[in-house]
């Protein structure tokens, strides 16, 4: 059983780890708080870019002198690599820590090991504390070196009669202002957002974050099997975040920033797709639809997280949040693990993840 005094600390971590979202990748998010040899907070840091210094190195400068003899909390495993930064395994050792907690194993055979190395050097080592926690903050990351492509979140925005467009093919808006703005964080937390060609040809959609001054805007990705949807002059276009068009092989474009993908029985590959963003360094996707495409990832088993936020709205007519998944009887039906329930504004967000995932 983990002490009270751990369970502080590395929650703290956890909060601070949270801190990098977004901005970390292809790196972790990482969170360290180093308490001095009475139990004392003496020193915290988050992993805040990917070549910048790992969360452990942060800590131990504010912790100075008094980290000797300390613990050091870190959400992650300490590494045992020298990347772009050194061991941060060796930097805790040479710091004169002599007890680590750690919540979450480093699955990354590049990287794991550090505990062993700790422990080699005589530093005593616990792990597992609030590991629940510290894997759901670092979800994106551990499912893109689990699975080796890129954690999927799809978002929608749906009436309480579960429909994401009325009738005549306009959606805006269903949801509340307070919605869309945690939308907007969502796609801060992403290094992609990706729509189908029916979203770009209704809505013409920008998909940049707006109102967060420190996010890194995430790459903006259409799937426009003909090249076809995203004409000149597409607001998706524009210079707010860069922009990648997914097309077939043999499609006629003129746009600059394409990827060529082989075909799917409709539409584009989507583990094609998955493996090409991952190639570019994308370890967290935020799926914003439609139904269509959607129902092509949840059919290739490809969405690992689903962000609903329902409002109190009746439209009786129009699409279904999700199309065609491949699912034709009851038995097959998908079953999720609701996670999170929020109020978001007048709306309610519901996250859930698939059942056992
Ligand atoms: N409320 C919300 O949360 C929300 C979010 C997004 C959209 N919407 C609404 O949804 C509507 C558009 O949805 P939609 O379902 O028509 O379009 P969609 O899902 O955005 O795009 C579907 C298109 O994507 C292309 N595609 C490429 N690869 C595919 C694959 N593997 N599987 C399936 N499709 C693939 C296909 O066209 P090609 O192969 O020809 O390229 C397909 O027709 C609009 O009314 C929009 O306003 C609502």
Redesign the pocket.
């Known amino acids: 059983m983990a002490q009270q005094a751990d369970i502080t600390a590395m929650r703290r971590a956890v909060e601070l780890a949270a801190r990098g979202l977004g901005s970390t990748s292809p790196n972790p998010v990482v969170g360290c708080v180093i308490t001095d040899a009475s139990g004392h907070p003496v020193g915290e840091g988050w992993h805040q870019r990917a070549g910048g210094p790992h969360a452990e190195v942060h800590a131990l400068r504010e912790a100075g002198v008094l980290a000797r003899g300390g613990t050091a909390y870190v959400t992650l495993e300490p590494c045992n690599h020298t990347g772009r930064t050194g061991p941060c395994a060796q930097a805790l050792t040479e710091a004169g820590i002599s007890r680590v907690v750690y919540a979450v194993g480093d699955p990354n055979p590049q990287a794991t090991g550090g505990a062993d190395t700790l422990r080699a050097a005589g530093v005593e080592v616990a792990s597992g504390v609030l590991a629940d926690e510290a894997e759901a903050v670092n979800i994106a990351w551990l499912t893109s070196v689990r699975h080796g492509r890129p954690f999927v979140r799809w978002k929608?925005?749906?009436t309480l009669d579960g429909r994401?467009?009325a009738a005549d093919?306009t959606?805006r808006w269903?949801t509340s202002a307070e919605s869309r703005a945690d939308v907007h964080r969502l796609r801060a937390e992403a290094d992609a957002v990706v729509?189908?060609?029916?979203?770009a040809r209704?809505?013409d959609p920008h998909l940049a974050v707006r109102g967060m001054d420190e996010a890194v805007q995430p790459l903006r990705v259409v799937?426009?099997?003909?090249a076809t949807?995203v004409k000149p002059g597409a607001r998706i276009l524009d210079d707010a975040a860069p922009t990648l068009i997914a097309v077939a092989e043999e499609a006629e474009t003129a746009l600059p920033d394409v990827v060529r993908l082989p075909r799917?029985e409709?539409?584009?590959s989507?583990p094609a797709l998955l493996e090409a963003l991952h190639a570019r360094g994308v370890r967290s996707v935020l799926l914003?639809?439609?139904?269509?495409?959607?129902g092509?990832f949840v059919a290739a088993g490809a969405v690992d997280q689903v962000v609903g936020y329902l409002a109190p709205v009746l439209l009786g007519a129009g699409?279904a949040a999700l199309?065609d998944a491949g699912i034709s009887t009851i038995t097959e039906a998908l079953r999720l693990d609701i996670t999170d329930i929020s109020n978001i504004g007048s709306d309610i967000r519901i996250t859930a993840t698939l059942k056992g995932a």
């Open positions: 929608y925005a749906a994401i467009a093919g959606s269903i729509v189908g060609s029916g979203t209704a809505d799937v426009d099997t003909e949807a799917a409709r539409g584009l989507v914003e639809g439609g139904p269509t495409l959607a092509a699409p199309a």
